[in-house]
């Protein structure tokens, strides 16, 4: 899922749009590509690895679709704040994510690694929604990291190791800090950024919505060749069986 759009073509400053509007607009893309797609496999002189690769690609985009359709119908659910907390291990949660994106990543030719991680402790989370927000990281860092790049997720103590970052790090086109500094001041609105015009701010609408649910937060590093996006979770002091 995508977490940034488009500037105005004149340069100027950047439009505000409905959820409902961007929605739309994330739908677009997965729709006109399964078309496509459809059509490719309705042609007479495909092998039959031709057929079995064009089906693959049609499952993955339709996950894609569903996840987008699925989280925002779930991040405007009155209920957000009632989804239980326990303790998580937040390494699984990044082996889990990379097991269920890595067929998708394959195809696109890039790779999901998991940056070797020491041991960290458990932290207040609800499982599937860190899932959800790990996953809309990825997502996005699949459009913009270079062909046959790495997309990595990384994890760390900060906070005098009261928190863990979760992030996911793209290696994607550099973003003028004149750009950043809107992007970063207004995470959570529907913002457009030109150096990545496949994005829109719904994804990170999505995650923050989430992470508010889960007492954390939500950010971003801007690095020379990209971006990271991280998600922030308290520690969890409990016993816990993970």
Do not use: C
């Amino acid at each position: 899922m995508s977490l940034r759009g488009n500037q105005n073509q004149d340069g100027g400053g950047e439009a505000g749009v409905s959820a409902t509007g961007i929605a739309a607009h994330e739908l677009k893309s997965p729709l006109v590509l399964l078309r496509q797609l459809a059509l490719e496999l309705a042609g007479d002189s495909l092998t039959d690895a031709e057929r079995r690769s064009i089906a693959e690609q049609m499952t993955l985009v339709s996950e894609r679709a569903l996840r987008l359709t699925s989280d925002l119908t779930r991040a405007e659910s009155p209920q957000l704040h009632l989804f239980s907390l326990e303790p998580v291990n937040p390494l699984d949660i990044t082996k889990d994510v990379r097991l269920e994106l890595q067929s998708l990543y394959k195809a696109q030719g890039r790779t999901l690694s998991v940056k070797r991680i020491h041991h960290l402790p458990p932290v207040i989370a609800n499982r599937d929604l860190l899932r959800r927000i790990l996953l809309n990281f990825a997502d996005n860092a699949l459009h913009y990291t270079d062909i046959e790049g790495v997309v990595e997720l990384q994890a760390q103590l900060i906070n005098e190791r009261s928190v863990v970052r979760l992030s996911v790090r793209d290696y994607g086109p550099y973003i003028p800090m004149k750009q950043w500094r809107k992007l970063t001041q207004n995470l959570t609105d529907v913002k457009i950024v030109h150096q990545r015009p496949l994005s829109s701010g719904l994804g990170l609408y999505i995650s923050n919505e989430f992470a508010k649910a889960m007492d954390g937060r939500i950010g971003a590093i801007r690095h020379q060749d990209g971006a990271s996006f991280y998600v922030e979770l308290p520690v969890s002091h409990q016993l816990a069986l993970l």
